[in-house]
């Protein structure tokens, strides 16, 4: 249907053919008798019917209203909105009251239908400011179309298929007329169809009736709204359309609309999944896709059961509806179709017409294996889709010697082997058992190195590195030589960065689980590319994407390299800690994190890493203790960040990464060899407050717990105050040490700075006194007399040296003025 207006000219002819049968011969003789518009309006109508000696003459009313509707055969004015209700109203009473003429009904469901044709036509605007009621104006006309549908009388049926296609048609045009738009939001026209279609049902009229599907597609229509999807879920609405189902056969076209409402609703309302997990919605749309799989031959039919799938795909992602789906009978019978008639073909007892290689019955396979995933999150439905071969099927896809998929074409064998590395993905930490029983992890390593496509190769990285999350993973993955593998690939620069990414996490996660594979590291020559993916990291650490990248490969340096002997010689003695403490000036705070502990235990096991440590020196020339003593007041802020949590997915302020705990641990490390006369004056204080921060959080901690008492107002016991107390006097006896080490310090800088300026002072003197004796002698001495007079008179107006000593220059709180200094010399 169009969504815009139609022209004038066409809407007259569409009017013209759709009224002639519905205006009686007495309209038309009438339309040609006008004389003049304005000698028909619905005022004068309305001051008959409420003349108290002429409000039951209803042939005259009808004839009068006959003129009127004849006039407006271009659409009904924008001011005409209160008159077009009372129309409506006034028809509607007369139908419903019993005591009224026949001849009378009749004739009002005449006027209706004359009505309804010229509501097709846009409204008429008689003065510019018609346009700001327009919205109003639509809303008195969708309202009165809405009255008509909720009539139930057997007379005014032949007219309300009109007025549902009417409504259709308005609703259609919505989606881009603003003000229709508002017109339809503010409208009962929902409840109204749905009131209409619980009368026809009540009627027992059949659902394959014209009525019946013209009130569907109005419902149809304005479920695409958001407004009206909430209504139809929050008001019982969705359970009149399953009644309509239970009504119908799966072949009825009423099924696609209520099949095609229940999708937009879905869409647009995601809520709705919630209501629709009815068992009795459930099983309604089951029922159907049996009965099209056993019936359903026709790709129309297919397709319906396709998109009901689709339905039950929405319904299976929410936890609430899982265990129903189960009940119901749903999973058992799409693990048999899906799967049994793959591997067990003679085992399969449901009734099912041959599958074929459609595109229809290739999507009900992908769709059914997508609805057995989600269904896999639930942990009373996990046990019977394992028991039923859903890993066993999916294993067999992925293999390249495997023949279950040999019906399908080649581009249908890449999808489904896709959909199969994305389940697997989840089951090999879900069962981990049942995947190691199917030898899962050797599969996924033969895929890995026979397959050239990228797709494919990017899915068994990632389905590998899920699995060597679990120990059992990790175990069959080095059982499976996975090690060289994964170091070949880390270093291979035509593999894709996401692809080394994942065989990076892979190498680290064996070596976590399995003690046995760090040999098999550096036996495979695993140390030295670990530092050649180091230098890669330095020389790339600007390039955003590579974050990831570089994380893992810190975290494969820590996992691999530190605890192993021999491992940690080589790695120290090809740079691999001045690696580790570039980058740590150059990347963001969350790989720091990881820098930060790797290097922590570095040192802890290897006194060399901190001889190496201490040799290193940034971009500023400044040592190791000096930039972490910056790095800690950068951090100083910072709220706490759990150790090696990868942040992937979670979006934390730059400043919340506690990197305090980790630079404590490595200033720690160093202890006595810091050289203390090599930092400032304000490093030097700080260093002593990071000395004393394992005392501090204890002190912050026994805080937390008096203010928490306070707040759920407890009175600890006498033990427990005594302790409290005691705590609170070492407390306060360390920070009296922490400000008596700072003034210690405070003073010595005072007598450091004041001996460096006496110094000062005293080489300005001393080089002030060397320049007056050498001004004393004369460069050149000359015969010429006036140059030998004014020699003399030079050196009689010149003067010594003043003897100004430092004690005579001002002193201000123990620091001398330099600036008066030089002022006086």
């Known amino acids: 249907m169009n969504a815009s207006f139609t022209s004038t000219n066409s809407l007259r002819e569409d009017l013209q053919s759709t009224t002639r049968s519905s205006f009686s011969k007495e309209v038309l003789n009438t339309t040609t008798s006008i004389k003049s518009p304005s000698d028909y309006t619905f005022q004068k109508v309305i001051s008959l019917i409420n003349d108290k000696y002429s409000f039951d003459l209803y042939d005259r009313h009808y004839a009068e209203f006959q003129k009127v509707l004849a006039n407006r055969e271009l659409g009904f004015y924008v001011d005409e909105k209160d008159d077009v209700t009372f129309l409506v109203n006034y028809c509607v009473d007369i139908i419903l009251e019993g005591e009224k003429p026949l001849e009378a009904k009749e004739n009002c469901i005449k006027l209706l239908d004359a009505f309804v044709s010229l509501c097709f036509i846009p409204l008429r605007e008689r003065k510019a400011s018609d346009s700001l009621i327009k919205a109003d104006s639509y809303l008195s006309i969708v309202n009165s179309l809405g009255k008509i549908m909720r009539l139930t009388v057997a007379i005014a049926k032949p007219i309300q298929v009109t007025v549902a296609k009417c409504l259709s048609d308005l609703i259609e045009k919505s989606f881009d007329i603003e003000y229709l738009q508002k017109a339809v939001k503010n409208s009962d026209i929902l409840r109204d169809a749905l009131n209409a279609i619980v009368n026809l049902t009540n009627e027992k009229e059949k659902v394959d009736t014209e009525i019946f599907l013209e009130t569907m597609t109005v419902i149809m229509c304005l479920s695409k709204y958001s407004e009206f999807s909430e209504i139809l879920t929050r008001e019982g609405g969705l359970n009149?359309?399953?009644?309509?189902?239970?009504?119908?056969?799966?072949?009825?076209?009423?099924?696609?609309?209520?099949?095609?409402?229940?999708?937009?609703v879905v869409e647009v309302f995601p809520k709705s999944t919630l209501y629709l997990g009815d068992i009795s919605c459930v099983t309604s749309l089951f029922n159907i896709i049996q009965e099209i799989n056993c019936k359903g031959f026709r790709t129309k039919d297919k397709e319906l059961r396709n998109d009901i799938l689709i339905l039950f795909s929405f319904l299976a992602r929410e936890p609430e509806n899982q265990t129903i789906l189960k009940d119901c009978g749903l999973l058992e019978y799409l693990a048999a179709v899906s799967i049994g008639l793959d591997l067990y073909p003679d085992a399969v007892t449901v009734q099912y017409s041959l599958s074929s290689t459609s595109n229809e019955d290739f999507e009900m396979k992908k769709l059914s294996w997508t609805i057995l995933f989600y269904l896999t999150f639930s942990d009373s439905c996990l046990p019977l889709i394992v028991e039923l071969g859903f890993t066993l099927?999916?294993?067999?896809?992925?293999?390249?010697?495997?023949?279950?998929?040999?019906?399908?074409?080649?581009?249908?064998?890449?999808?489904?082997?896709?959909i199969a590395l994305k389940v697997l993905f989840m089951l090999s930490v879900r069962v981990p058992e049942e995947f190691s029983k199917e030898q899962g992890s050797r599969i996924c390593l033969e895929v890995l190195q026979t397959t050239k496509d990228e797709t494919i190769l990017g899915g068994c990285y990632n389905t590998i590195m899920n699995i060597s999350t679990t120990v059992i993973g990790s175990v069959d993955l080095f059982n499976a030589d996975v090690i060289p593998i994964m170091l070949d690939a880390c270093v291979d620069t035509g593999v894709s960065l996401n692809s080394r990414t994942d065989a990076i996490r892979i190498v680290s996660n064996v070596c976590s689980h399995v003690i046995e594979s760090r040999?098999?590291?550096?036996?495979?020559?695993?140390?030295?590319?670990?530092?050649?993916?180091?230098?890669?990291?330095?020389?790339?650490?600007n390039q955003v994407e590579k974050d990831e990248f570089i994380f893992n490969s810190v975290d494969c340096v820590w996992s691999c390299v530190v605890g192993t002997e021999e491992s940690e010689k080589i790695f120290i003695d090809g740079d691999g800690i001045h690696y580790l403490l570039t980058l740590l000036t150059l990347v963001n705070d969350w790989i720091k994190l990881s820098i930060l502990g790797c290097l922590a235990d570095f040192m802890n096991c290897s006194m060399q890493a901190v001889d190496e440590v201490l040799t290193w020196k940034g971009r500023n020339k400044e040592n190791v203790v000096t930039y972490l003593i910056k790095l800690w007041k950068e951090n100083e802020s910072a709220k706490s960040v759990k150790d090696r949590f990868f942040l992937e997915n979670m979006e934390v302020d730059p400043k919340d990464y506690d990197l305090q705990r980790k630079i404590y641990h490595v200033l720690n490390i160093i202890g006595n060899r810091i050289d203390s006369s090599?930092?400032?004056?304000?490093?030097?204080m700080e260093l002593v407050k990071i000395q004393h921060y394992d005392k501090l959080l204890n002190d912050k901690a026994w805080e937390d717990i008096c203010m928490e008492l306070e707040q759920e107002n407890i009175r600890p016991t006498t033990p427990d105050r005594e302790l409290i107390s005691e705590k609170f006097k070492e407390k306060e006896e360390r920070e009296n040490n922490i400000a008596s080490g700072k003034k210690d310090i405070v003073n010595e800088m005072q007598n450091r700075l004041i001996k460096e300026e006496e110094t000062f002072y005293r080489t300005i003197i001393d080089r002030h006194s060397n320049?007056?004796?050498?001004?004393?002698k004369p460069f050149n001495t000359s015969f010429d007399d006036r140059y030998t007079c004014k020699s003399r008179a030079t050196a009689k107006t010149s003067t010594a040296v003043k003897n100004i000593s430092v004690q005579a220059f001002k002193i201000i709180g123990g620091y001398?003025?330099?600036r008066a200094a030089e002022e006086e010399i």
């Open 519 to 541: 040999e098999a590291f550096k036996f495979n020559g695993g140390v030295t590319k670990s530092l050649v993916l180091l230098e890669s990291c330095v020389k790339d650490y």
């Open 240 to 264: 009149i359309l399953v009644n309509v189902l239970n009504a119908s056969e799966f072949n009825d076209m009423i099924v696609f609309k209520v099949v095609d409402t229940l999708w937009n």
């Open 771 to 776: 320049n007056a004796s050498t001004m004393q």
């Open 816 to 818: 001398v003025n330099r």
């Open 393 to 418: 099927l999916l294993l067999e896809t992925i293999n390249e010697n495997g023949t279950i998929m040999n019906k399908w074409n080649e581009n249908q064998k890449w999808e489904l082997k896709i």
């Open 678 to 684: 090599a930092l400032s004056d304000d490093d030097s």
